[in-house]
């Protein structure tokens, strides 16, 4: 369909950016009349997903349904806005391989910062044994062999993150300032 929307997904691990900078994108996209919805993974989960754990197969799962419900609104014409911390290539792929157009953008930050960030208290929780299969920690994250953007939000500010996302995307054609 050639009036697809694009799909912008961000990954990374928790305590990165992926939902603060997913925000202030869907903030500057609605701005600019932008039709978009923002699927967070931790809602999305709690809505869509409570029957899953946190193996492999279902975080599988879960970042194949949010690939399915991306690539529905997509094109239907409403960009999605997936954050995610979707921790397997392969499923990733998949995923993004449903929707027409897309932008993988994996945000990082070396794990000290992200300990050091811990905005959920997971890291410290991994460290002191009471939580098991933290991505990033016990469980792997496999970053992207090619994504479209890196952004390493120890480094860039989130201005400067939210410009480079927008950049891309109006590469595709979907983004006017």
Request: with cysteine; glycine share 8%.
């Amino acid at each position: 369909m050639l009036n697809s929307a694009p799909v912008v997904w961000f990954t990374g691990l928790s305590g990165a950016g992926k939902s603060t900078i997913a925000r202030r994108v869907a903030d500057k996209l609605r701005a600019s009349g932008t039709s978009l919805e923002w699927l967070d993974g931790d809602e999305v989960r709690a809505i869509v997903s409570p029957d899953l754990g946190f193996s492999r197969a279902d975080r599988d799962i879960q970042v194949t349904r949010l690939g399915y419900i991306a690539s529905l609104l997509a094109r239907n014409g409403i960009t999605a806005i997936v954050s995610a911390i979707s921790p397997y290539e392969e499923s990733r792929s998949k995923a993004l391989a449903m929707c027409q157009r897309s932008v993988l953008v994996h945000v990082d930050a070396p794990l000290s910062v992200l300990e050091a960030r811990d905005t959920k208290g997971l890291y410290r929780r991994a460290r002191e044994g009471s939580l098991r299969g933290l991505t990033g920690v016990d469980d792997p994250y496999e970053a992207p062999c090619d994504p479209d953007l890196s952004i390493d939000t120890s480094q860039l500010t989130i201005d400067d993150a939210v410009t480079k996302v927008c950049t891309a995307l109006a590469r595709l054609g979907a983004y006017v300032d």
